[in-house]
């Protein structure tokens, strides 16, 4: 059911990246989302100003593994995690900002504040057939004493897949997307595990392992089990997966996310940030198109007791794809969309302490 995975197609699918070029995903701005809220409820979480203090920038290409010639000119889309006093940041890297042909790697940041790329990078790389197209967008948990990385595996959808699993209706393009796993006991040496969603659930797309995560990223139980919210592809009906281990998951339709409220539509669910001091409840942060068909960002509030039962939504969001980790800076995440062209930086962006009015 898929290309096999050969230097050659790694090469083509990499001219393809370097000639990408997406002006409206180029144009995003993370304060656009996050800086202000129209209101701003007390469950909200953020707005979020900007914490330069922690900026990283990427300097140097990484070895390239499949020694077809792949660099990188942007990151973005990282997910961070706090390990015995140090910051591990895992990120995107992609020939071009938002193409093809992406890898993921790792910096850390110790108590003499200096951020150090890892030499093991690039951490995640094509190695697997339904990696073809690139590795993107890592979702970092530590759970069962080890850490858990979810992230998407991007590849050409053949005419047999295509037969086989989806209809007419899910319009498809040429390209589908896992999210796989991978499991480490270091945050260095990974072990990749595949697909943890099959494909007559996807149709070939389901996109961002959202799992509710509190401020230490740790993975939470909610009511015995983990649960993983998808809202993009499966046929355009929201999903939610249960696991007991983060490795093996049951998945089943179940409408968790109500936008009559705000109006619009749902593109994708960012995060879900379960409370430190609340956490009987959590927020399901996401990115959607607002009434006017602009990008927008939102949040809904849930308690862990009636997980799908949306208690309230507010417009006004992080879009913290990685998810929000708690440090004695505060509430903190990062991106890479506000990097000038060609320059690989990552900002960090905290929560603002006086968010009892709108900002």
């Known amino acids: 059911m898929f290309i096999p995975l050969s230097r050659d197609a790694l090469r083509k699918n990499l001219e393809a990246a370097l000639e990408h070029r997406n002006d409206t995903t180029a144009a995003l701005s993370q304060g656009t989302f996050s800086a202000r809220y129209a209101s701003r409820p007390d469950w909200a979480v953020g707005p979020f100003e900007d914490d330069d203090d922690l900026s990283f920038e990427l300097s140097g290409q990484w070895a390239d593994p499949a020694g077809i010639g792949w660099t990188s000119d942007a990151i973005y889309n990282p997910s961070v995690i706090e390990c015995d006093g140090v910051l591990h940041l895992f990120y995107r890297a992609s020939p071009t900002k938002e193409s093809l042909s992406s890898r993921i790697g790792s910096a850390t940041l110790g108590a003499d504040g200096v ?33 858990f990385l979810f992230y998407n595996g991007i590849f050409p959808i053949t005419p047999e897949a295509r037969e086989k699993y989806t209809t007419p209706d899910d319009q498809l393009g040429d390209v589908g997307c896992d999210i796989n796993v991978a499991i480490s006991d270091d945050l260095e040496t990974w072990t990749k595990l595949g697909r943890v969603v099959d494909h007559e659930v996807s149709h070939l797309w389901a996109k961002g392992a959202v799992i509710p995560r509190n401020g230490r990223g740790e993975a939470v139980k909610i009511n015995g089990e983990y649960l993983m919210f998808l809202s993009e592809g499966c046929g355009g009906a ?28 749902l593109h994708e669910v960012a995060c879900a940030i379960v409370d430190d001091e609340h956490p009987e409840r959590f927020v399901l942060d996401f990115f959607y198109a607002d009434r006017n068909g602009d990008f927008a960002a939102g949040q809904a509030l849930y308690d862990t007791a009636t997980p799908f039962t949306q208690k309230a939504v507010n417009s006004g969001g992080a879009l913290a794809w990685g998810g929000m980790v708690a440090t004695d800076r505060g509430r903190l995440f990062a991106q890479g969309w506000d990097a000038p062209a060609h320059e690989r930086r990552i900002f960090f962006y905290r929560e603002k302490t006086n968010t009892s009015i709108a900002q």
Do not use: H, M
Request: glycine share 8%.
């Open 115 to 147: 951020w150090v790329d890892s030499p093991a990078n690039p951490q995640i790389f094509p190695t697997l057939d339904n990696e073809l197209f690139g590795c993107e967008d890592p979702k970092l948990y530590a759970a069962e004493g080890r850490w």
């Open 238 to 265: 929201l999903q939610v997966g249960r696991s007991t281990d983060l490795l093996r998951w049951r998945f089943e339709p179940q409408p968790y996310l109500d936008l009559a409220e705000l109006g619009g539509s």
